[in-house]
């Protein structure tokens, strides 16, 4: 078997290698780079690589100590070491409230089967699901969140110390420095440190700015979600990771966030290590599979944002592995492992609804290994793994199916014909590539295709090592590792297959990321000439994934360093690459009311304190009013509707006839690069008279007393408390009216009213809108700004006095 293994691999090396020549020579030159200025990469590559050797040897400690200490001191110059500290109280309170719960079940009583990494995940976990609870009701404020975090701590006080001794123990007294052994060391930590580095830089991203820290920020600042799929389509799906996001942004703001996004990636990486010493690889070729994961591009694009596939995909790996110990036939941890894959699943339906394509392969698994877990002594463990799983997975689902009448809005909705979307299946007809034969070619080459990115995206190890890892498996009958390599390949084809998407293969490339270790392991066992082959290639790959290491997303690409540490600095950079955001932040001055804001933009909401308007498929019915609107009072009305009158316009939106129907009815009042702040100008505002016959023009259309009576000249109404002018009006629950009055006093000094009184649409009463007056012999025109109840379907608008004195009135208004 040696001899064969040795020619194959090679073979596969060489037309891996001639396939990866070949797509180099397709690219344009420099200009495949992805640098906006390749001298700040270079030196920030080198700093940190001098930083770290340098320190680790002069302290003679483990590059990934010394790496660790360069971070803290970045965070303290960056002015973010309250974020940094709250990240790390949210996971040792993840650990010791995990740790509680599993003790409940009984099952880590036993030190060897205590796992911190899944005491994390299952506290993390149950922190996410309880925010996502609570976020139904106005209750969440930074003391109940704090309080959350802190308790676990009290209550298991001996156990953090515990954790601390055996933390100072590992930094003082081992990880001794080791300049050849130390090298992997070097290079996992740099590239470690550079994620950390982005990773306190604030958020410029789509997603994030739309969703992900909208959802966040809307919870520190309204203190509850608004789960109405009618204002936002997304309002309804799985949101775990952003619940635990939550955790940071209330405590210590977006870097807070940012950290435990990041922290989830650094989780996948000491996972990549997990599973590669589980398939029986050596320590060395884990390291190296760690660094393969975190230099390859798209690691970069998930901590460069906040995404939730880190999230997701951790608790994915964690019921990956789970199932697979699960069915190596151990034993002594089956139990164990039947609650640990459902709590890890439960969690990663909560997090994302792609779980749900993944599932069957699970499902797979487990009936062609029926025989290990169907039996009497693990029944109540399977019952019990089954009914948590489905206990937190089906939380959004049910919520969803509840509010909007479709359990994954809006998806699918041509199947559940939700109301409060278009009855089509929602697609994204960008990533429709499929699976095909030469995917690893164009996931490296075409990589547009499949992300919004440019060539290099994925990573280059899966032309380079990934065929001579799967030729290494095969030929060592490598049992885990294939199992570990067909979980992935199938994952894929099941995901591909409805969205040829990179960043949701995110899984994936921390399972083949550890294939390719288990491979690296075995190679150290073979000919002189296969191991320096595959540590070659390893070593050309790092390279190559470090010099493309932006590729796979636009944000940071010229990585604007002094933003860390000034902030003018750094207001000035998102004045100028994202104007919004220092929109938004006015307009939370200026909104004391926190009326719905309209996004006549990008739909970068994240941070305002109301709701957000989009005129896109976010906001499906909102959408649709504006777009059939055909002038400036019909789009001013459908605004009012929406009781908005703050409005974000981008000089680039749409088309320039639709830019200028939203300036004729506006004002200008602020301006943030091409982002300019607008108000509804007050003709627009309160659009057209309600009243019949405002002038009073004659008694037409006007409810008159018995004595009231009209001037001579059949233009005024003399009326008093006791015989008042009324007109009914049908009017649209939840907006504002300006109601005026014009009058003056007959003879004798009194005093006026304006007066609304709402009805149902029973002719029911609800209310009255009231403003008293001192009228004058002049006549003067009062007013006031009413909001209709919302469930008022008419109005009846009063003209009369305060008092039994008469007053003269010649002009009634409701607009």
């Known amino acids: 078997m040696k001899n064969t293994t040795i020619p194959l691999t090679l073979i596969a090396f060489i037309i891996g290698a001639l396939l990866t020549i070949w797509g180099f020579s ?12 390749g001298n700040k990469h270079i030196l920030l590559l080198l700093s940190c690589t001098t930083l770290i050797f340098v320190g680790s040897w002069l302290a003679n400690k483990s590059s990934l100590l010394i790496g660790i200490i360069v971070a803290i001191g970045i965070t303290i110059m960056a002015d973010a070491l309250w974020p940094l500290i709250i990240t790390l109280l949210f996971i040792i309170a993840s650990i010791v409230l995990g740790k509680y719960i599993l003790s409940t079940f009984h099952l880590n009583q036993d030190q060897n089967q205590d796992n911190w990494l899944v005491n994390f995940l299952v506290g ?16 969440n404020y930074p003391g109940l969140y704090g309080t959350a975090l802190i308790l676990p701590l009290t209550l298991g006080w001996r156990l953090v110390l515990e954790q601390f001794r055996n933390l100072s123990t590992l930094a003082f007294v081992s990880n001794r420095f080791s300049p050849r052994d130390d090298a992997l060391n070097t290079a996992i930590a740099v590239v470690a440190l550079i994620h950390f580095i982005v990773a306190l830089m604030p958020e410029v991203m789509f997603d994030a700015l739309t969703l992900h820290l909208n959802v966040s920020s809307q919870l520190a600042l309204n203190h509850q979600w608004n789960f109405d799929p009618s204002l936002y389509s997304m309002a309804l799906i799985p949101m775990l990771g952003d619940w635990i996001f939550s955790i940071g942004y209330m405590l210590a703001g977006e870097s807070a966030a940012r950290l435990i996004n990041l922290t989830f990636s650094y989780l996948l990486a000491w996972q990549v290590r997990e599973i590669v010493l589980w398939a029986g690889g050596k320590n060395n070729g884990a390291k190296w599979a ?17 995404f939730v596939e880190a999230v997701w995909a951790t608790f994915i790996i964690a019921g990956v592995m789970s199932v697979f ?3 190596s036939k151990q034993q002594k941890s089956q139990k164990r492992e039947l609650l640990n894959s459902g709590l890890m699943l439960g969690y990663a339906s909560a997090a994302k609804a792609l779980t749900l394509a993944i599932l069957p392969i699970f499902l797979l698994m487990l009936i062609l290994n029926w025989r290990i877990w169907i039996n009497k002594q693990l029944a109540t463990s399977v019952i019990i793994g089954l009914f948590v799983f489905i206990l937190i997975g089906s939380i959004p689902y049910c919520s969803a199916w509840f509010i909007a009448g479709n359990p994954v809005h809006p998806f699918f909705n041509e199947i559940f014909k939700s109301p409060f979307y278009t009855l089509t299946n929602f697609d994204n007809a960008l990533f429709k590539s499929g699976v095909t034969w030469d995917l690893p070619y164009r996931i490296i080459f075409q990589s547009d295709k499949y992300l919004e990115a440019s060539n290099g995206a994925s990573g280059f190890q899966w032309l380079l090592l990934l065929p001579a890892t799967l030729i290494m498996l095969l030929m060592q009958w490598n049992r885990r590792g294939l199992l570990i390599f067909l979980f992935a390949i199938l994952s894929l084809s099941m995901i591909f297959h409805s969205q040829s998407y990179l960043r949701y293969v995110y899984p994936v490339l921390v399972l083949l990321s550890a294939t390719i270790g288990i491979a690296l392991s075995s190679a150290s066992k073979q000919s002189t000439i296969l191991k320096k082959v595959f540590y070659l290639a390893a070593i050309f790959t790092v390279l190559m994934n470090l010099i493309f290491f932006p590729s796979a997303t636009w944000s940071y690409r010229n990585l604007p360093l002094n933003i ?19 929109a938004v932040e006015f307009v939370n001055y200026i909104n004391k009311e926190n009326t719905p804001v309209a996004f006549f933009s990008q739909p970068f909401a994240a941070g305002l304190k109301a709701n957000a308007l989009y005129p896109n498929w976010y906001n499906q019915k909102f959408h649709e009013e504006i777009k059939q609107a055909k002038d400036t009072q019909e789009v001013t009305d459908v605004l009012r509707i929406y009781e908005s009158n703050i409005i974000l316009l981008d000089e680039n939106w749409s088309t320039s006839e639709k830019r200028k129907i939203i300036e004729k009815g506006t004002d200008k009042i602020a301006a943030f690069g091409s982002i300019n702040v607008r108000t509804i100008k007050e003709e627009y505002r309160y659009g057209k008279e309600l009243i019949d016959n405002p002038e009073l023009s004659g008694s037409r259309a006007w409810a008159l007393s018995p004595d009231t009576k009209i001037t001579d000249d059949n233009e005024s109404f003399l009326v008093s408390v006791s015989t008042p002018v009324t007109q009914k009006i ?10 005026e009055v014009t009058a003056r006093c007959a003879s004798t000094p009194t005093q006026g009213r304006a007066q609304i009184n709402w009805y149902d649409e029973k002719m029911q009463f609800i209310t009255s809108s009231i403003k008293v007056y001192n009228c004058s012999t002049d006549w003067q025109s009062y007013r006031q700004i009413v909001l209709a109840p919302r469930n008022a379907t008419y109005a009846i608008a009063y003209g009369t006095s305060h008092t039994t004195i008469p007053i003269t009135i010649t002009r009634i208004s409701l607009r």
């Open 26 to 37: 397709q690219l344009l030159w420099p200009e495949a780079i992805p640098w906006s200025n």
């Open 124 to 139: 993390a976990g149950f922190y996410g699901t309880a925010i996502g609870l609570l976020a139904y009701y106005p209750v």
């Open 290 to 306: 760690v660094l393969l994961f975190l230099s390859t591009p798209l690691t970069y694009t998930e901590t460069s944002s906040l």
């Open 325 to 327: 110990r699960l069915i």
């Open 564 to 582: 860390l540490f000034s902030d003018t600095a750094r207001n000035q950079y998102l004045e100028k690459r994202m104007p919004i955001r220092r």
């Open 730 to 739: 049908k009017v649209i629950g939840g907006i504002r009216y300006i109601n």
